[in-house]
């Protein structure tokens, strides 16, 4: 059970890293400007198994799907919509069903933010969250106001990012050659009551064409290889807690255009592997 709670996080997280020296919110806010020429509407999805696990985990197979979709334009903020069911099974044979929905609006400017999610256990209905953040200007404390699971008003001082403006600040440091960003970022997840200090490490680009011949069918039909990419390493730590390991960590590459492939999100004592098995464009507006 404890296997199951811990990759309730799961979605959130990939919402935070995909899209996917600490900026201040004031440069996120600028960032999110440039978004029409880096992050591209799609929709892809991505079969999930389990990559390793040790006998302290309790797991033996994980099976499942995420679909995740990406729509939006700097005017008329974006919309992120991801679900993933995944199957479970333990060291006594026993399996649990996990259904995993999550939906974000987060206006083009970076001042407000809107969540909401939702997690069943075998088909019957467990936590859900759902709440809203805002701030007048990039500078200023961002003031949650959550619904559910219980009303409740947070104000989240200092540098903190929403999961678009993280993606979008992620592609500028790639772009630009750097190797380490740090970030703090607030996605609505544990019952909207956490902001998580991330270290992301940004790899050496891959020019395009570089691997053409490791590409899934989906992404050589998309043309993934003729784009610049990035291998990325995420670490996501709890704050104010000391530990020098993170509470999990999230692998991707990561294109010029927001798009990832090769997931593997690592929780110490068990890790999953996201493969991409679909990726379809979708239809961009312009911004009036």
Request: hydrophobic share 35%; proline share 5%.
């Given at each position: 059970?404890?296997?199951?709670?811990?990759t309730l996080a799961l979605v959130?997280?990939?919402?935070?890293?995909?899209?996917?020296?600490?900026?201040?919110?004031?440069?996120?806010?600028?960032?999110?400007?440039?978004?029409?020429?880096?992050?591209?509407?799609?929709?892809?999805?991505?079969?999930m198994t389990l990559d390793g696990?040790?006998?302290?985990?309790?797991?033996?197979?994980?099976?499942?799907?995420?679909?995740?979709?990406?729509?939006?334009?700097?005017?008329?903020?974006?919309?992120?919509?991801?679900?993933?069911?995944?199957?479970?099974?333990?060291?006594?044979?026993?399996?649990?069903?996990?259904?995993?929905?999550?939906?974000?609006?987060?206006?083009?400017?970076?001042?407000?933010?809107?969540?909401?999610?939702?997690?069943?256990?075998?088909?019957?209905?467990?936590?859900?969250?759902?709440?809203?953040?805002?701030?007048?200007?990039?500078?200023?404390?961002?003031?949650?106001?959550?619904?559910?699971?219980?009303?409740?008003?947070?104000?989240?001082?200092?540098?903190?990012?929403?999961?678009?403006?993280?993606?979008?600040?992620?592609?500028?440091?790639?772009?630009?050659?750097?190797?380490?960003?740090?970030?703090?970022?607030?996605?609505?997840?544990?019952?909207?009551?956490?902001?998580?200090?991330?270290?992301?490490?940004?790899?050496?680009?891959?020019?395009?064409?570089?691997?053409?011949?490791?590409?899934e069918a989906p992404a050589k039909?998309?043309?993934?290889?003729?784009?610049?990419?990035?291998?990325?390493?995420?670490?996501?730590?709890?704050?104010?807690?000391?530990?020098?390991?993170?509470?999990?960590?999230?692998?991707?590459?990561?294109?010029?255009?927001?798009?990832?492939?090769?997931?593997?999100?690592?929780?110490?004592?068990?890790?999953?592997?996201?493969?991409?098995?679909?990726?379809?464009?979708?239809?961009?507006?312009?911004?009036?």
């Amino acid at each position: 059970m404890l296997a199951v709670k811990r990759t309730l996080a799961l979605v959130a997280a990939l919402a935070a890293a995909g899209g996917l020296a600490c900026a201040f919110p004031q440069q996120a806010s600028a960032l999110a400007a440039k978004a029409p020429s880096k992050l591209v509407p799609h929709r892809a999805i991505y079969e999930m198994t389990l990559d390793g696990a040790r006998s302290a985990s309790g797991i033996t197979g994980i099976d499942g799907r995420m679909v995740f979709e990406f729509t939006g334009s700097p005017c008329d903020g974006y919309s992120l919509n991801m679900r993933m069911v995944t199957q479970m099974t333990d060291t006594q044979g026993q399996t649990n069903l996990t259904d995993l929905r999550s939906s974000t609006w987060e206006q083009g400017d970076g001042k407000k933010f809107r969540f909401q999610s939702a997690q069943y256990l075998n088909d019957k209905l467990g936590d859900v969250t759902m709440g809203r953040a805002v701030r007048a200007d990039p500078s200023e404390t961002v003031k949650v106001n959550l619904s559910q699971p219980s009303r409740a008003e947070l104000d989240l001082s200092g540098q903190v990012f929403f999961p678009t403006q993280h993606s979008i600040a992620l592609i500028e440091k790639a772009v630009s050659g750097q190797s380490l960003f740090q970030a703090r970022i607030y996605d609505g997840s544990e019952k909207g009551r956490k902001v998580y200090e991330t270290t992301a490490f940004i790899g050496t680009v891959v020019k395009p064409g570089a691997d053409e011949t490791k590409l899934e069918a989906p992404a050589k039909e998309k043309k993934l290889g003729e784009l610049p990419s990035w291998p990325v390493s995420i670490g996501y730590f709890e704050p104010k807690n000391g530990d020098l390991t993170p509470s999990y960590q999230i692998d991707f590459r990561l294109y010029e255009n927001g798009v990832s492939r090769e997931l593997l999100i690592d929780y110490g004592d068990f890790s999953i592997q996201g493969t991409l098995t679909s990726l379809e464009y979708l239809q961009a507006k312009d911004c009036r």
